[in-house]
């Protein structure tokens, strides 16, 4: 199991930014592909970006250009920097770890844009 936990989220206003922060309790192999989805009260959760142990990155359109996912391995960390907020970007995210065909969900963290 990989224990993962968000921080980073809050309340900004349109056109602001957030760094969002995924610690894992263990270590993150390089080989693991890491990602964020969100999820919206009464909403699905959904897709936002992810990136490879290669460091190859794939995001939503939504928020491609806004966006950057990054990872740090010797911090056991995976990052998401967000620019140019709008209001539907507020959510829920979530950070995940694909180890072994098996993806494992953090808690969630809130991040809240008013327009």
């Known amino acids: 199991q990989v224990q993962l936990v968000e921080s980073g989220g809050g309340l900004v206003q349109a056109g602001g930014s957030l760094r969002l922060s995924c610690a894992a309790a263990a270590r993150i192999f390089g080989t693991d592909a890491m990602g964020w989805y969100r999820q919206a009260p009464g909403k699905q959760r959904e897709f936002v970006c992810r990136?490879?142990?290669?460091?190859?990155?794939n995001y939503a359109a939504s928020v491609k250009g806004r966006f950057t996912i990054s990872r740090d391995n010797a911090k056991n960390t995976v990052y998401l920097q967000m620019n140019s907020l709008k209001p539907e970007d507020t959510a829920v995210y979530y950070c995940?770890?694909?180890?072994?065909?098996?993806?494992?969900w953090g808690q969630g963290t809130q991040v809240t844009v008013s327009s």
């Open positions: 990136i490879t142990g290669g460091l190859n990155t």
């Open positions: 995940n770890v694909l180890r072994g065909g098996t993806t494992y």
